[in-house]
Structures are given as structure tokens and as C-alpha cells.
């Protein structure tokens, strides 16, 4: 039961401090939010909509991490790290911490397997 609970919210639903953020009021003009993950650290929210977004947590500074359909996301604050899925496999960017969102980075791919739906991050070593 919990895990089709965990299922269901996935990338729809985040809480934030005393907010709870739910896919149905995020708003961004000209694009359609499919799923986000918030980092409570650097206080971003990262979405997908066809491409994968950053924002600061009010949705002010919307820029394009990648712009290729993103499937799935994860925010991993241990290695400071976003893991996206496209069409081509996962790929991973370094966690944005400042402002203006902007990003240096050029992204590293993990795999290749393709229609990767939801990901997850675990320190098992394999």
C-alpha cells in the first residue's frame, strides 16, 4: 500500500518547510509542468515539462536544463546531483545553488536504457 501511495505522489506533490506544493497549482506561462521535484536545500524546484526546468522555489528564474522530453527526475542531495531520464537513457547535472539558475554544466549520461518512467535514488553499492 505504500508504495503505490509513494507511486502515485512521486513528481506530483512535494512539502517545503509549511507548504506543500502540488503538480495542479504549479504554474509557469507557456509551459505545462508533468512532474517536479523540490530541493529543499538550494530551495529549487526542478519540473518537467517536455524539457527539464529549474525555477527558485517562488518560480521565479525559469531556465532549461535540458531541452529534449524528460520522462522522470530525481534530486539527490548527497551527491548534489538531478538525475533525468530522456528518450536516450539517464543522465545526471550538478544541483543549481545560485540565483540566477544558470548552468555551466554539461551533462553526464549514466545509461542508456531507454523509456526510464520514475527513478529513485538509493547507497546501496552494485
Do not use: H, W
Not at 521535484?37 to 529549474?54: E, H, P
Not at 532549461?64 to 548527497?78: F, G, K, M, R, Y
Amino acid at each position: 500500500e505504500a508504495a503505490q501511495l509513494l507511486s502515485a505522489v512521486q513528481d506530483t506533490m512535494a512539502v517545503y518547510g509549511d507548504t506543500t506544493f502540488y503538480l495542479s497549482k504549479l504554474q509557469v506561462p507557456s509551459l505545462t509542468i508533468q512532474g517536479f521535484m523540490v530541493d529543499a536545500v538550494a530551495r529549487k524546484i526542478y519540473f518537467r515539462a517536455n524539457g527539464l526546468y529549474v525555477a527558485n522555489i517562488n518560480l521565479s528564474n525559469v531556465v532549461c536544463l535540458c531541452s529534449e522530453p524528460v520522462t522522470a527526475i530525481c534530486v539527490d542531495n548527497n551527491t548534489s546531483r538531478i538525475y533525468y531520464a530522456t528518450a536516450n537513457g539517464v543522465s545526471f547535472l550538478p544541483l543549481i545553488y545560485q540565483a540566477s539558475n544558470i548552468n555551466p554544466y554539461i551533462p553526464i549520461v549514466v545509461n542508456t536504457l531507454p523509456s526510464v518512467t520514475k527513478l529513485a535514488i538509493d547507497a546501496t553499492n552494485r
